[in-house]
């Protein structure tokens, strides 16, 4: 498998923890973004200065485009793919019935869409029934797929139980080509993406309330079960779904 890693959705969050800890266990990481321009470039000066190899790749990943696009241009700056991190995902919170025009479309496209679109064109390069040499998928479902999110959750916990079911039906369909696929499920990780959600201060009170280790979590934790996912520590881990809630 080569050590070239495709994170989605790197600019913040859980996926620019996970890019710069993969950097820091030698791989070369290609460091998608959609909006956050100056945070993914800011990660990849960071990364260099490390002593890292990293590289920014800008799309959006809920276009079929330009997601073929991205892998095209991480193919020229570090050769062909050997981990996708598909981690890319907005949290959004509406009532079924006050749905906006677009606004389910959207959610869909952007947490389940992504996923396909960039499995698709990492298994082009992986599997070995298209001469690839194998590697390894990890999609980041949620376990709001489980216990149907917080309230007006209705698009993202869906979005995140068809995250759930592609892991699945991904390891049957090519695990026989060299290449492993799971699902990591962050319960309460301590990101941007809380402010939907009334922000930081809310989420850690929930969390003190629900969690069964009595706090939320850290993009670092979640990081680190990513990296061991795709590690050869982890050969025989294959279409399954890894919580990583503190027990909620
Ligand atoms: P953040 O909001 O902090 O970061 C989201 C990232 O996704 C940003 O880098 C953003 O890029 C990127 N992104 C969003 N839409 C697109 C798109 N269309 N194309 C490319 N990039 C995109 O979120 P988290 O780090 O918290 O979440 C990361 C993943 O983990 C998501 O899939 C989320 O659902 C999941 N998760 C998070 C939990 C949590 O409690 N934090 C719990 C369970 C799951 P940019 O800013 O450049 O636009």
Redesign the pocket.
């Known amino acids: 498998m080569s050590k070239v890693m495709l994170v ?9 923890q996970i890019a710069l800890l993969a950097a820091r266990q030698g791989w070369s990481v290609g460091v ?6 100056d ?2 470039l800011e990660l990849v000066r960071e990364i260099g200065a490390d002593g890292g190899r990293a590289v920014a790749l800008a ?5 079929p485009e330009e997601v073929e696009r991205m892998f095209a241009e991480l193919d020229q700056a570090f050769g062909r793919v050997g981990a996708l991190i598909n ?5 959004a919170s509406f009532r079924l019935a006050d749905a906006a025009p677009g606004q389910l479309e959207e959610v869909f ?3 389940v869409f ?1 996923a396909y679109y960039c499995a698709r064109e990492a298994i082009r390069r992986m599997s070995t029934r298209h001469g690839g040499p194998g590697g390894a998928i990890l999609n ?5 797929s489980r216990l149907g999110g917080l309230g007006g959750g209705t698009a ?1 916990a869906g979005s ?1 139980g068809a995250i759930d079911s592609l892991t699945l039906a991904l390891a049957k369909e090519v695990g026989g080509e060299g290449i492993r696929v799971n699902a990591l ?10 402010s939907v959600h009334g922000g930081l201060d809310q ?1 850690r009170a929930l969390a003190r309330q629900s969690v069964p280790l009595g706090r ?2 850290t ?1 670092q934790e ?1 990081a680190e079960v990513a990296l061991w996912a795709v590690s050869e520590g982890a050969s025989y881990v294959h279409g399954t779904c890894i919580d990583v809630a503190g027990g909620r």
């Open positions: 989605t959705g790197a600019s913040r969050g859980i996926g620019a998608n973004y959609h909006r956050s321009a945070a993914a799309a959006n990943v809920s276009r981690n890319a995902g907005v949290l496209r952007a947490n992504s980041m479902s949620s376990v709001a993202y995140k499920r962050p319960g309460l990780i301590e990101t941007e993406i809380h989420m939320s979590g993009a979640v």
